[in-house]
């Protein structure tokens, strides 16, 4: 595939700019590949349009992790903490933004005054390893000053709301720059109507990083360098999987991060291996899916490694008339927008 191949028009109305009252409002969009129909739903249809199935969810937490602040010269600056190096105590691996290029040695105050960090080298593309200092903790500096990490197509700044709402409610181990989008939409509510109606859920966890919403800068998608991200399956998911398939019910991925994540962990036959580990996995077409029956996901950029994900699940054709149509019929797109739930057959 060409990147072009990726491309879509998109009224600049229809990328969403807040969460909707309540989570379950959105509109969803149902893909029935077999079929090669798109319909119209409501997300809160979601436990009765599927038999009971597996329902795998990404437990990953979004944290705070943009940091404003100024170097000694009164230049702002910006990071986007990415990790911790694991080196040095409150060494962190970021992103950096500036005017003018950052230097080894460089101290910048951030967070008010109240943070400081130390460049303690320059990377590539715009990422620094930096220590931070404070007079207490420095997590939890970063938990009350950091701003949510809001992606760059919301263009407002970052709101108390946001705190929770760019947040799943299942959202349990802290690591993630972005939210895996397609669990924004549950409930507690949501989740007792899956289990009400037969469907199990497991959880997976991986740390959505910022590459998410890099766009493909290559001609051909064989070429484009994957962003690596860390990812966990328990033995009880693997558990959960394996029941499922012995049971005939379906495997549904909730966001293109959980499809990576099981892909990821496979072994040799196809199956998912509990464990930690790194993925740089760029599910494309022509993709064999090996563990997912069917997505639950939201709109993605054009020319974005996701876009291509959900091409290879449902098929080129059916997804770019399924983007079409959600623009023609004014469906609300990306992080704050609606969902899709795309069925298919057994893997």
């Known amino acids: 595939m060409r990147i072009s191949d990726l491309d879509y028009e998109l009224p600049e109305e229809l990328i969403a700019q807040e969460p909707l009252a309540r989570r379950d409002a959105s509109r969803l969009l149902l893909l029935d590949v077999a079929a090669d129909q798109v319909e119209d739903r409501l997300f809160a249809e979601l436990p009765g349009l599927l038999p009971p199935s597996l329902f795998v969810f990404n437990d990953t937490r979004v944290f705070p992790a943009r940091l404003l602040g100024h170097k000694a010269t009164g230049g702002q600056v910006e990071l986007l903490l990415l990790r911790k190096t694991g080196d040095v105590a409150d060494r962190w691996l970021a992103m950096g933004r500036s005017s003018k290029r950052f230097r080894e040695g460089m101290e910048l105050s951030l967070c008010e005054d109240r943070l400081m960090a130390r460049v303690v080298s320059v990377r590539s593309h715009g990422q620094l390893e930096v220590d931070l200092r404070t007079e207490g903790e420095v997590d939890t ?5 950091g701003e949510v990490p809001l992606p760059p197509y919301i263009r407002r700044a970052a709101a108390d709301e946001d705190r929770t709402r760019y947040q799943t409610v299942y959202a349990r181990k802290p690591g993630a720059v972005a939210a895996p989008t397609a669990g924004l939409h549950f409930t507690e509510g ?24 890099r766009p493909v800068q290559v001609d051909t998608l064989d070429e484009h360098q994957m962003h690596e991200e860390a990812y966990e399956v328990s033995e009880a998911t693997v558990a959960a999987i394996a029941r499922a398939r012995a049971e005939g019910r379906p495997v549904v991925a909730v966001g293109t991060t959980v499809v990576r994540t099981l892909e990821s962990s496979i072994d040799a036959e196809g199956q998912p291996v509990a464990g930690f580990d790194t993925t740089r996995l760029f599910i494309r077409p022509p993709y064999r899916f090996h563990v997912v029956d069917h997505l639950v996901t939201n709109f993605h950029l054009p020319r974005s490694t996701l876009l291509a994900l959900v091409m290879a699940f449902a098929g080129v054709d059916l997804t770019r008339r399924a ?23 057994a893997p």
């Open 141 to 145: 500096l970063i938990e009350q000053a």
């Open 190 to 213: 949501t989740l007792g109507a899956l289990e009400e109606a037969g469907h199990e859920t497991a959880y997976v966890t991986l740390h959505v990083g910022p590459g998410t919403f």
């Open 323 to 345: 983007y079409r149509e959600a623009a023609e019929r004014r469906y609300r797109f990306y992080s704050y927008g609606d969902a899709m739930l795309i069925q298919r057959g």
